[in-house]
């Protein structure tokens, strides 16, 4: 393992707030950039106002997403404040930005205008629907993404009213499939020396996550709906209830179903045309499940996860988040990580779940406070203190 990590010398230029966007930008950052998140006058990003809960004043939202990042204050609607960014961007590899389509472009810092003076640089818009098409200046938020991308229509129990996914999935899917596309782009940048705009959206990053349902969608015509913890094609793919709670059971081959009914002494069911092939118990599922849950109502899920785990049937407990954080298999992957902020003292931040053999990611430093690196970003571009001094006093930067 080399001591170097895989973006060290990467410089990311971060206009982004919320979730989406720094989602994107803590990803790299995790993985070495050097990310400058570029913040407004009176708060900054939105997300250090959500909550509570608060910790010594600090957001638990913000804090959770924009560690390994540095902070400056910066008034894009002042002519020096803009100047100053399209310093930093000339400097930059990256821009992410996640303002609704357009208004970039007026301050002077939209994709053109940014490649006029760095042709090298990979520019990533995130929005609620794209750049492009009769939405692309709606704004956008991932209620309305899940709701518009389909997957609100087939979340939740049938006969339910529309319910969204627990996690803001459309965010953060949008933020991923940017980080990817970022990525993409500066590799095809290394060899060709010519960046591009990667834009990327909500609305798409919720509809290309519907692959088992759009496939049926257009195999057969017809709309999916809700089908609760059930699989859409295979069964018993699902939570059933026991004695004292809920598991999970994954007996989605054929091996796997025969495994299951020799462990829970239900050998019978092998014989029963309704179930004999994965087709058939499908079609069959009501009458699965009731014959199913009359069994694991009996015990324990202790009782069953122990004989289902011997009897190599994929299995597992459904765990609320003190019980994931418990969990010997999370604790020995690092995904609860624990570092020490100026202002909130020692806080929790989930683990980086990309594990690289060679060069891996680090938490270099926990999330920013409100424009903590300003003069150390100012200084870097050859401002004076004088100079600094003065843009502060005019209120362009904080």
């Known amino acids: 393992m080399t001591s170097a990590l895989p973006l060290e010398g990467v410089k990311v230029l971060d206009l982004t707030q919320i979730m989406a966007g720094p989602y994107c930008a803590m990803m ?3 993985m070495g950039a050097d990310v400058v998140k570029v913040e407004k006058p009176n708060g900054g990003d939105d997300t250090r106002r959500m909550g509570p809960p608060f910790i010594e004043g600090e957001s ?3 804090l959770a997403i924009n560690r390994n990042k540095r902070s400056m204050v910066v008034d894009l609607r002042a002519d020096r404040g803009r100047e100053i960014v399209h310093d930093m961007a000339r400097e930059s590899d990256i821009l992410i930005q996640n ?7 007026r301050m002077g810092l939209g994709y053109e205008q940014t490649r006029s003076i760095n042709p090298a640089i990979v520019y990533c818009t995130i929005s609620g629907f794209g750049i492009t098409g009769p939405y692309a200046k709606r704004g956008g938020f991932d209620l309305v993404a899940q709701g518009m991308s389909g997957l609100m229509s087939v979340n939740g129990q049938p006969g339910d009213a529309p319910t969204k996914l627990g996690v803001p999935i459309c965010d953060l899917n949008a933020g991923m499939f940017a980080a990817i596309g970022i990525l993409t782009a500066y590799i095809s ?5 010519q960046g591009q705009h990667v834009d990327t959206s909500l609305m798409e990053s919720g ?7 759009s496939a049926m969608y257009f195999a057969t015509g017809e709309t999916p709906g809700p089908m609760g913890s059930a699989h859409r094609l295979t069964a018993p793919y ?8 809920y598991v999970n059971i994954g007996a989605a081959n054929q091996a796997n179903w025969e495994r299951l009914c020799s462990a829970i002494g239900r050998g019978e069911l092998l014989s029963d045309a309704r179930f004999a092939e994965p087709r058939d118990r499908m079609s069959n599922l009501p009458e699965l499940v009731s014959t199913l849950e009359d069994t694991f109502s009996q015990e324990t899920s202790a009782h069953w996860l122990k004989a289902l785990e011997a009897a190599s049937v994929p299995a597992g407990p459904i765990y609320d988040l003190d019980q994931v954080y418990s969990d010997p298999q999370a604790r020995a992957r690092d995904m609860l990580v624990e570092t020490e902020h100026p202002v909130a003292g020692r806080i929790s931040n989930i683990g980086i779940p990309i594990k690289l053999s060679e060069t891996p990611g680090q938490f270099r430093r926990p999330a920013p406070t409100l424009g903590q690196h300003t003069d150390e970003v100012l200084g870097a571009l ?16 904080g």
């Open 28 to 30: 790299l950052a995790d």
């Open 207 to 213: 509809i290309a996550y519907t692959f088992w349902e």
């Open 238 to 245: 699902q939570a059933f209830e026991t004695a004292d709670g």
């Open 189 to 193: 940048r290394l060899k060709s020396g």
């Open 60 to 62: 638990a939202a913000f």
């Open 382 to 397: 050859g401002r004076s203190d004088a100079e600094i001094e003065s843009l502060r006093t005019e209120g362009v930067v």
């Open 99 to 105: 303002f609704r389509p357009g208004s970039l472009d």
